[in-house]
T-cell receptor, first 115, second 112 residues
Framework: DTGVSQNPRHKITKRGQNVTFRCDPI?????LYWYRQTLGQGPEFLTY????????KSRLLSDRFSAERPKGSFSTLEIQRTEQGDSAMYLC?????????????FGPGTRLTVL | DAKTTQPPSMDCAEGRAANLPCNHS???????VYWYRQIHSQGPQYIIH???NNETNEMASLIITEDRKSSTLILPHATLRDTAVYYC?????????????FGKGTKLSVKP
């Protein structure tokens, strides 16, 4: 399968714990996006990488959230000191080199439940 | 805020065409119309996009009005597997940015 993959698919944690999610984009895609989706809502943009550079961050990305893409391939999203309000589906998407056909392709998501 | 307006829900009979409308009256000349769908508990799936001409691919057709203020996604022969939330999104397809702004979409229910 050559699509976007995300791990784990599900994560249950207790409030106050740290969690880390991984996203592997479509190979050779140099753009990678993270979104968050809560129940009944559409996905909301969190942050965006071009290669290893983090170029844009949403105001939703509080200082408890950090994202990295160290070698311009896979990315990780870490949430420190999780809160119940962090419970959501975390989606990753990737896209190619840009231009009019810069379509984003999404992974299956990681569902986080904070107890 | 999302720049599009979609009905919250629609029903369609299996085998019939599903026509999903979208209003985007404030669209700019350099903004494309994208459609994604999301089947329950999965990531959004790209369907189709267009600028001003009508587009067709193996999944659907996209009809954009001449003034570009609205569009319709057409699934020509809906099946039960097409039951999903459909999102209409307008975005500038530039290389330097391009996060998608999702609204609440239209929940399409295909019924036997």
């Amino acid at each position: 399968d050559t699509g976007v993959s995300q791990n784990p698919r599900h994560k249950i944690t207790k409030r106050g714990q740290n969690v880390t999610f991984r996203c592997d984009p479509i190979s050779e895609h140099n753009r990678l996006y993270w979104y968050r989706q809560t129940l009944g809502q559409g996905p909301e943009f969190l942050t965006y990488f071009q290669n290893e550079a983090q170029l844009e961050k949403s105001r939703l990305l509080s200082d408890r959230f950090s994202a990295e893409r160290p070698k311009g391939s896979f990315s990780t999203l870490e949430i420190q000191r999780t809160e119940q309000g962090d419970s959501a589906m975390y989606l990753c998407a990737s896209s190619g080199s840009g231009g009019p056909w810069d379509t984003q392709y999404f992974g299956p998501g990681t569902r986080l439940t904070v107890l | 805020d999302a720049k599009t307006t979609q009905p919250p829900s629609m029903d369609c009979a299996e085998g019939r065409a599903a026509n999903l409308p979208c209003n985007h009256s404030t669209i700019s000349g350099n903004e494309y119309v994208y459609w994604y769908r999301q089947i329950h508990s999965q990531g959004p799936q790209y369907i189709i996009h267009g600028l001003k001409n009508n587009e067709t691919n193996e999944m659907a057709s996209l009809i954009i009005t001449e003034d570009r203020k609205s569009s319709t996604l057409i699934l020509p022969h809906a099946t039960l597997r097409d039951t999903a939330v459909y999102y209409c999104i307008v975005r500038v397809a530039r290389g330097s940015q391009g996060n998608l702004i999702f609204g609440k979409g239209t929940k399409l229910s295909v019924k036997p």
